[in-house]
T-cell receptor, first 109, second 115 residues
Framework: GQQVMQIPQYQHVQEGEDFTTYCNSSTTLSNIQWYKQRPGGHPVFLIQLVKSGEVKKQKRLTFQFGEAKKNSSLHITATQTTDVGTYYCVRRSQGNLIFGKGTKLSVKP | DTGVSQNPRHKITKRGQNVTFRCDPISEHNRLYWYRQTLGQGPEFLTYFQNEAQLEKSRLLSDRFSAERPKGSFSTLEIQRTEQGDSAMYLC?????????????FGPGTRLTVT
């Protein structure tokens, strides 16, 4: 299965700044999931997007699925040190998940 | 703790030795997945089971790798004749097929170091 491409690969922000990571696919996606992996930890599910143009919010996190269902984004408002980790957009292929390289976020206090 | 558990958490072995890892999924979950993660990369799918049936295997899963889930509960992943390239974190995840929840729940992983 084809990975989705994610940018940037790394992002360093000052605490309080906003952060956005973008995910792009060359093919139409039936759904996109987002996972977060803290340093030394395991991936934890954040959300799944299914509908074209869908926008979902979780506190300071805003997830979007593009109208063409080929791209997605995660935006974090006013980052905190607890946001540190790698954020993956993930394509689900039949039963399994296809992870990209993710965006590694570091937050300077 | 009712999450996914994996044992051992760390394993150091010499090249050529066989190793076996165990995963205990969330008790009511019928699907169980194995992934491998190397430094700086996202997890890569290896194989998954629905109950005791192994439904899919990645091309990454060479003939030195075998996974079982004999009673549809815990699973084992065995690597025979380990190579240095097998050094990685091996992650197990579980889910409940047929529900509205799409998420997979990951365990803490087994870190394998082949010397």
């Amino acid at each position: 299965g084809q990975q989705v491409m994610q940018i940037p690969q790394y992002q360093h922000v000052q605490e309080g700044e906003d952060f956005t990571t973008y995910c792009n696919s060359s093919t139409t996606l039936s759904n996109i999931q987002w996972y977060k992996q803290r340093p030394g930890g395991h991936p934890v599910f954040l959300i799944q997007l299914v509908k074209s143009g869908e926008v979902k919010k979780q506190k300071r996190l805003t997830f979007q699925f593009g109208e063409a269902k080929k791209n997605s984004s995660l935006h974090i408002t006013a980052t905190q040190t607890t946001d540190v980790g790698t954020y993956y957009c993930v394509r689900r292929s039949q039963g399994n998940l296809i992870f990209g390289k993710g965006t590694k976020l570091s937050v300077k206090p | 703790d009712t999450g996914v558990s994996q044992n051992p958490r760390h394993k150091i072995t010499k090249r050529g030795q066989n190793v076996t890892f165990r995963c205990d999924p969330i008790s009511e979950h019928n699907r169980l997945y194995w992934y491998r993660q190397t430094l700086g990369q996202g997890p890569e799918f290896l194989t998954y089971f629905q109950n005791e049936a192994q439904l899919e295997k990645s091309r990454l899963l060479s003939d030195r790798f075998s996974a079982e889930r004999p009673k549809g509960s815990f699973s084992t992943l065995e690597i025979q004749r380990t190579e240095q390239g097998d050094s990685a974190m091996y992650l197990c995840a579980s889910s409940l097929a047929g529900t509205s929840g799409p998420e997979q729940y990951f365990g803490p992983g087994t870190r394998l170091t082949v010397t």
